[in-house]
């Protein structure tokens, strides 16, 4: 499923920090992907579906080089993602042990996969970065998944960051991290994010200006006729 056009444009110039704002207003608090960092700087501002994945602790009779073979394993799932879908991949916050490396990036990054977001690690980092993958993590470790977690399964309901993600869940990722935006609310969020980038380029032009906070920021009366006076104008 493709997201609509009219909804990626209105959330062309929005942030992740925005997209927090307006679902905590409508009583969303917990959205923020703890420890989905940037491996790079410069990595494109990503939306697009969720597809999951989900590791558990590592069993000694299950975590094996031989499980890499596995109809259930990572590799499997690389060629269940759609093109355009952005990869979440729960690892319980383990940073001792990569969950992909350069080639399954490698393999990601031919299939149209728009990008990598793990509460774990990566290895090969060098190998990696030069696959051009988007990836936000926690960091890098030379240890194979393996070592530290077992894979079982992909495309069903998992935590990242401490936040629920059910496949197809739309994700926002910048340098602020991920954001995960239920699908039946995306319209509507959409639209009022949009609505609240503006306000706050506005509110910008102010404190540019000399204004101070108090009334501004959020506006008063006052300041919201002269927000609409001034997109009016636009």
Same mark, same amino acid.
């Given at each position: 499923m493709t997201i609509e056009p009219a909804t990626l444009a209105a959330l062309a110039g929005v942030s992740t920090a925005t997209i927090t704002t307006v679902l905590l207003k409508k009583g969303l608090r917990n959205v923020w992907m703890r420890g989905t960092?940037?491996?790079?700087?410069?990595?494109?501002?990503?939306?697009?579906?969720?597809?999951?994945?989900?590791?558990?602790?590592?069993?000694?009779?299950l975590a094996t080089p031989e499980s890499w073979s596995s109809p259930i394993s990572t590799r499997a799932a690389i060629e269940a993602m759609p093109d355009g879908c952005i990869a979440i991949a729960d690892a319980m916050g383990v940073t001792d042990a990569g969950i992909f490396g350069d080639i399954l990036c490698a393999r990601m990054a031919k299939k149209g996969v728009a990008g990598l977001i793990t509460d774990g690690v990566v290895r090969d980092l060098a190998g990696v970065l030069g696959t051009g993958?988007?990836?936000?993590?926690?960091?890098?470790?030379?240890?194979?998944?393996?070592t530290s977690l077992t894979f079982v399964n992909w495309q069903e309901p998992i935590g990242c960051g401490g936040v629920a993600v059910f496949p197809d869940d739309i994700i926002m990722v910048d340098d602020d991290g991920a954001v995960v935006i239920p699908q039946k609310m995306l319209a509507e969020v959409a639209a009022v994010a949009?609505?609240?980038?503006?306000?706050?380029?506005?509110?910008?032009?102010?404190?540019?200006?000399?204004?101070?906070?108090?009334?501004?920021?959020?506006?008063? /009366?006052?300041? *919201? !006729? &002269?927000?609409? /006076?001034?997109? *009016? !104008? &636009?």
């Open positions: 960092r940037p491996i790079r700087t410069g990595q494109p501002r990503l939306i697009g579906r969720a597809f999951t994945l989900r590791f558990v602790p590592s069993r000694e009779d993958l988007p990836v936000w993590c926690q960091g890098t470790a030379a240890p194979a998944s393996v949009a609505d609240q980038e503006r306000l706050e380029e506005w509110i910008m032009t102010q404190v540019n200006d000399g204004a101070s906070l108090p009334g501004l920021y959020p506006p008063n /009366a006052e300041n *919201k !006729a &002269r927000y609409e /006076a001034w997109t *009016k !104008a &636009r």
